[in-house]
């Protein structure tokens, strides 16, 4: 079992999760300001089955979305970090970056400061050649860290998300992409 890795930046620890993250990172999925850009906000049981699978990712790789917490105050603010895509899409097989703050920790540059951390570390200890991100048309704070982070937009590669049904409000997903070469010189 990989040892599982845990990152730094001046303002943020991405760590593995604590049983103790449980009871925060729900009431953050059942914020549905937090959830717009999702189906539905998630309900205590359905927060817990998605804490067991970023866990279990840990144990099974060494990473996944990382538990952020803010070195100031201790505390549990959110998610940021790489998984492997696990959907049937065109662009697959592609390990996502991806990211989910707490809204009082919004617009403050968190999530691109710990998501910088998480790609130095995808193209550098798990020697990644592409991370992809991907959200829906709407969500321009999504965008807005894929573009603070040096992504471009693959306009070719929109697609529908095959978790909804067609004609699902969130169903066409913009996808972003970043290549180790286009890294190391915007780094
Ligand atoms: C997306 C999210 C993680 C952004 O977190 P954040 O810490 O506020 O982002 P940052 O402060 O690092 O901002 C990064 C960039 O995005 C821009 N941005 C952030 N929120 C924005 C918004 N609501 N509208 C437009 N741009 C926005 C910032 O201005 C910044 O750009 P800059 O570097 O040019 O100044 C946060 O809004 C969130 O958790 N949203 C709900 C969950 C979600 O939608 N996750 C993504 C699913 S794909």
């Keep these: 079992m990989p040892a599982p890795i845990e990152l730094h930046t001046p303002r943020l620890l991405l760590r593995p999760w604590r049983d103790a993250d449980r009871a925060p990172f729900a009431e953050m999925n059942g914020d549905p300001q937090v959830m717009r850009h999702f189906p539905a906000p998630l309900s205590r049981e359905e927060s817990d089955r998605v804490a067991e699978r970023l866990e279990a990712d840990f144990a ?16 549990f603010i959110g998610f940021t970090g790489l998984r492997p895509v696990t959907f049937a899409v065109p662009f697959c097989p592609a390990v996502e970056i991806a990211w989910r703050l707490d809204r009082a920790h919004w617009r403050q540059g ?17 020697a990644l050649e592409q991370i992809v ?5 709407d969500n321009l ?12 937009r693959d306009p070719a590669g929109d697609f529908d998300h095959p978790a909804l049904p067609a004609g699902h409000r969130l169903r066409r997903h913009v996808l972003y992409r970043l290549g180790r070469a286009d890294w190391e010189v915007g780094r």
């Design 60 to 75: 099974a790789h060494g990473f996944g979305f990382w538990a952020l917490e803010r070195k100031d105050s201790g505390a």
């Design 110 to 126: 968190l999530a691109s400061e710990a998501a910088r951390a998480a790609l130095a570390c995808g193209f550098t200890q798990l």
């Design 133 to 137: 991100s991907f959200t829906t048309r």
């Design 141 to 152: 704070a999504s965008q807005g860290v894929m573009q603070a982070i040096g992504m471009r």
